[in-house]
């Protein structure tokens, strides 16, 4: 049972006139631990009128990562005069149990901290450090919303930009140089940033590499090129280094009538996530489109799991033909989805799925809607052909994704052969130990793999060199163009010729014409899936395919 002793030490760092904001969350962590918390919380708030910031704020001091579930916390409620109240929240951690004594303890311990720790200063150190950020001593969220209301509510905000803005790739940097280091660039960085605004123009740390700023209209062009690069120093090997630290950034061009700060984070994080995630650009500013692409992808994610429910999601299958004998001999599936009557299609879902980490679900009933297929042509008689199944790279992550698939295809019985399963390119080096091994198991199982869109990513000769792979599908920018270019045709027969060699077979994607055809098959290549052929067809439609596998061309 912890003592008096422990007690004692957590008074003793609260009482020292130094103790700042990390003292105290050192001094918490150190007491909580002991006494079994998960969580301590301190809610101040302050009442109208006593200062600007009147109003709740929330500071954790303490939380154990490594816990999400707690028992009913214990609140102790300290009045601050007429200002205000300080309210303590102890969380234990699920299934703690606590004696009388251990409870009048905790009860000692806020009352004796907060005794000695000065209730003004506590609430100026809990306010302070509720609006800063501890690492950088800029303002935080709830800070810059607070400098920033008053221009606002002034009818000012029309002069400013609002910007939101993440630095790239500083979590690599973060493993080249050390976390120590890291915190120092982001300090450097703050400082500079500091270092840039007027008296009247705000910036805020959100945290981690997040950044926020309120910056005069007029100085748009000089705070986007400071943004395209700020140099910091670090040490890397005992030397000096300068390094340049970019930011991916979202602009909102506050509307002159603005006179409400509650979108002046959001709007401009949803920029920033777009010109990151989307547009793989460094600069996205806030349009009515971008709003209404916004709002098509939150109604696409709100839709989904009623969409799974309900069965909205249709198979179609595109015939895959061999031009030698213009016969059918296998198919992708392509999901569509029939959203009360209007067939969407994979464009306008896929990457929101992938992105919010939903695809995995759609991947697998889509396999098991195509295994429902192939059992029902089995049973009619009718001899299916084999049929590949796009899964997304993202779905890789999931170590067990290739039992799943192979449970999924032995719920209906069927044989491997009929399943082949597509993913595309990756250069992403933690991609490709896990691309391996789910290649590698699903070959052991005998399920055949591809390479989708094949020479449109930058990884192509390690693709062939590294992975257990079936197929290759030839992206369809080799063949979409007008003429066909000398330099596709001699890359394309020495790949086509190469695979061969490794035993991986070929197919081309997107013909669409009997030039093209031609073409492709002049370098080497007689697997073909394209509207040449087919479109993607409606199971039904298919199914006739199936039981009349000639084409006449
Ligand atoms: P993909 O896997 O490369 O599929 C081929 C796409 O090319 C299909 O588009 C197909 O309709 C289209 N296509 C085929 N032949 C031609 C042609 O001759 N001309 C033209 N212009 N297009 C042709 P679709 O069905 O719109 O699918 C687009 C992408 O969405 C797919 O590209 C695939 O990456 C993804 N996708 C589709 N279904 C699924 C799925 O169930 N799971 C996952 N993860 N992705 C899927
Ligand atoms: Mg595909
Ligand atoms: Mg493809």
């Known amino acids: 049972m912890p003592g008096m002793e422990s007690i004692l030490s957590f008074c003793r760092a609260l009482s020292s006139t130094k103790a700042d904001i990390i003292t105290i969350q050192k001094a918490t962590a150190a007491i909580a631990t002991e006494y079994r918390l998960g969580r301590v919380d301190i809610d101040i708030s302050i009442r109208e009128g006593f200062t600007p910031n009147a109003g709740t704020k929330y500071l954790t001091l303490f939380q154990n990562p490594n816990y999400t579930e707690y028992e009913e916390p214990f609140d102790f409620r300290f009045r601050v005069d007429r200002e205000g109240e300080i309210l303590a929240r102890l969380y234990p951690l699920k299934g703690s149990v606590y004696t009388d004594a251990e409870e009048h303890e905790l009860e000692l311990i806020a009352n004796i901290s907060f005794f000695y720790f000065g209730r003004i200063r506590f609430a100026d150190v809990v306010e302070k450090s509720a609006m800063t950020q501890y690492l950088t001593g800029l303002p935080n969220s709830g800070g810059y919303i607070a400098k920033a209301v008053p221009i606002f509510k002034a009818h000012r905000a029309g002069n400013y930009d609002g910007y939101f803005f993440n630095l790239k790739g500083f979590g690599l940097m973060g493993k080249k140089y050390g976390i120590k280091q890291g915190d120092d660039m982001i300090r450097q960085y703050a400082a500079k940033l500091a270092d840039f605004i007027g008296s009247d123009e705000i910036v805020g740390h959100l945290g981690g590499d997040n950044f926020v700023a309120m ?266 163009n007008e003429t066909f270019s000398k330099n596709d045709e001699i890359i394309l027969t020495d790949i086509i010729h190469m695979a061969e060699r490794l035993g991986i077979e070929v197919i081309t994607e997107g013909v669409e014409r009997k030039d093209q055809l031609d073409f492709i098959n002049k370098v080497g290549c007689f697997l073909i899936q394209g509207f040449y052929y087919d479109k993607p067809l409606p199971v039904d439609e298919f199914t006739e395919r199936l039981q009349n596998k000639s084409y006449t061309k």
């Open 215 to 480: 910056i005069k209209k007029s100085r748009y062009d000089e705070f986007t090129k400071l943004l395209s690069g700020v140099p910091v120093t670090t040490i890397k090997n005992g030397q000096s280094t300068v390094v340049k630290l970019a930011a991916t950034v979202g602009v909102w061009h506050i509307p002159g009538e603005s006179t409400d700060a509650g979108d002046l984070i959001g709007l401009p994080g949803v920029a920033m996530n777009a010109a990151k995630n989307v547009l793989h650009q460094p600069l996205c500013v806030v349009s009515d489109r971008l709003l209404q692409q916004v709002a098509e992808q939150k109604r696409v994610l709100d839709r989904f799991p009623s969409a799974m429910r309900k069965e909205e999601f249709l198979v179609y299958y595109q015939p895959k033909v061999d031009s030698r004998s213009n016969t059918l001999v296998g198919a992708e599936a392509l999901v569509r989805w029939n959203h009360k009557g209007e067939m969407i299609s994979p464009g306008a879902f896929i990457p929101v799925l992938e992105r919010e980490g939903e695809i995995g679900k759609l991947d697998l009933y889509v396999l098991e809607h195509t295994c429902m297929d192939i059992r029902r042509w089995l049973d009619a008689g009718i001899a299916p052909v084999q049929v590949s199944v796009n899964i997304s790279r993202k779905d890789i992550a999931d170590a067990t994704l290739a039992s799943q698939i192979i449970e999924i295809i032995g719920k209906y019985e069927i044989n491997h052969r009929y399943i082949q399963i597509e993913v595309t390119e990756t250069t992403d080096e933690a991609e490709h130990g896990l691309m391996t091994e789910f290649l590698n198991k699903l070959r052991e199982h005998d399920i055949s793999t591809a390479i989708d869109d094949f020479g449109s990513g930058y990884s192509s000769l390690s693709t062939l060199r590294n992975f257990n792979i079936s197929m290759l599908k030839i992206d369809r920018s080799f063949i979409n």
